[in-house]
T-cell receptor, first 114, second 109 residues
Framework: DTEVTQTPKHLVMGMTNKKSLKCEQH?????MYWYKQKAKKPPELMFV???????INESVPSRFSPECPNSSLLNLHLHALQPEDSALYLC?????????????FGEGSRLTVL | AQRVTQPEKLLSVFKGAPVELKCNYS??????LFWYVQYSRQRLQLLLR??SRESIKGFTADLNKGETSFHLKKPFAQEEDSAMYYC???????????FGAGTQVVVTP
């Protein structure tokens, strides 16, 4: 299995809802990432997990809460989001080593906040 | 601070014509540079990386440290090359990639 799988593909939520995005990979990668991508913009890094520990948080608001239950799973918990948080959320994974490895991306979860 | 610049938002070329996508970076150390591609309705995927020095789908890119550039080139564009292309810079082994703004390539017959 050489894919990163994200669910759900589409999510619509109100500003008071709590929802979660899920990401899974079975390539043995020990780094997992959340990126946010607005239309016609490049992906922006949000979080990086290395060996199931949060290693990078790019000053993301606390209404986004990442979780890495094990080396294959990555979640992004969403609470009290704003309409401007509507975007495509991409999960990625990579090997960890002495030099940056290739990022393997999922297809993304398209989030709409009403 | 590191930065990746792709000056062209849109590049329209005819099939069979050469295509060059520009990428300039700013980073004081030794960078790792990549080109990622996103075809319509497909996921973002790696096209090539500078350390492998290989040609993928006819594309090549050479790292020029003097000009701090990593331009992507293909001598004869094909319609299936139509996609969004992102230049990316990584400066550590923890996966902190910086993406350029992207260049949309449209190849017309």
């Amino acid at each position: 299995d050489t894919e990163v799988t994200q669910t759900p593909k589409h999510l619509v939520m109100g500003m008071t809802n709590k929802k979660s995005l899920k990401c899974e990979q079975h390539m043995g990668h020990r780094a997992m990432y959340w990126y946010k991508q607005k239309a016609k913009k490049p992906p922006e890094l949000m979080f990086v997990y290395s060996y199931e520990k949060l290693s990078i948080n790019e000053s993301v608001p606390s209404r986004f809460s990442p979780e890495c239950p094990n080396s294959s799973l990555l979640n992004l918990h969403l609470h009290a989001l704003q309409p401007e948080d509507s975007a495509l959320y991409l999960c990625a994974s990579s090997l960890l080593g002495g030099s940056p490895g290739e990022l393997f991306f999922g297809e993304g979860s398209r989030l709409t906040v009403l | 601070a590191q930065r990746v610049t792709q000056p062209e938002k849109l590049l329209s070329v005819f099939k069979g014509a050469p295509v060059e996508l520009k990428c300039n970076y700013s980073y004081s150390g030794s960078p790792e540079l990549f080109w990622y591609v996103q075809y319509s309705r497909q996921r973002l995927q790696l096209l090539l990386r500078h350390i492998s020095r290989e040609s993928i789908k006819g594309f090549t890119a050479d790292l020029n440290k003097g000009e701090t550039s990593f331009h992507l080139k293909k001598p004869f564009a094909q319609e299936e090359d139509s996609a969004m292309y992102y230049c990316a810079l990584s400066t550590d082994s923890w996966g902190k990639f910086q993406f350029g703004a992207g260049t949309q390539v449209v190849v017309t017959p």
